[in-house]
Structure formats: C-alpha cells, structure tokens
C-alpha cells in the first residue's frame, strides 16, 4: 500500500478494518524495523516504504533458505535410500550351496561304507 506511494497514517487506517491506535503500533514496529519511514509535514505523519531494508531482509532469507534446501535434499535421498533397501525381495538360495550339500552328502555316505 505504502510501497508506491506515502500515505498518512488515516489513509492507511481506512484500508483496514482494525483501530487506530493497533494501526499506530504496526506502523511504529515497521519503523522500528526500518521497513518504513515516517514524515513530518505539517500536522500529519506520512508513511513512506523504505524498500531498501527488504534487501537485506532479502538475504538473510536467502541464507536459510539454501541451508535448508541442503537440508531437505539430504533428507529426501536418505530415504530414499533407506526405501530402496527395504524393498529389495529376499536372496534366493544361491546354486553353489545345493551343490555344496549334495556333495557334502556324498562324502558322509562314502565315509559310511
């Protein structure tokens, strides 16, 4: 609203369907944050967006977004890994072994006789 042009604290309060003085606490807690200035002219106080604090608000999002992106993305191939291993079907007895007894089964008839 104030980020195209500067508006005096009742032209903002009309826009919106809360009190006065809650609108007088919004607008000092942005000032405070420096998003937007207030301007003296007269007897009224005029709102002025100040767009170049959203810059660096801008990064230090950016900073948290790609640390957490990272993240994520870690996460995810985690478990898709940890999926995968899960659904891999049961070993079949491999063909080695059956010989493997039936010629252990051999000798102990041969060590019989």
Partial sequence: MVA???LNLNSVAENFNISRPAISKHIKI???????????QG??????ANLKSLGKVSQWIEQYRVFWTSKLDALENFLSKDASALNKPARKP????????????KKSKRKTK
């Fill in 94 to 105: 491999r063909k080695a072994s059956a010989v493997r007894a039936v010629k252990q089964i």
């Fill in 4 to 6: 195209h042009n500067s």
């Fill in 30 to 40: 942005l000032t405070e944050c420096g998003l937007i200035i207030i301007k003296q």
């Fill in 43 to 48: 007897r009224e106080r005029y709102c002025e």
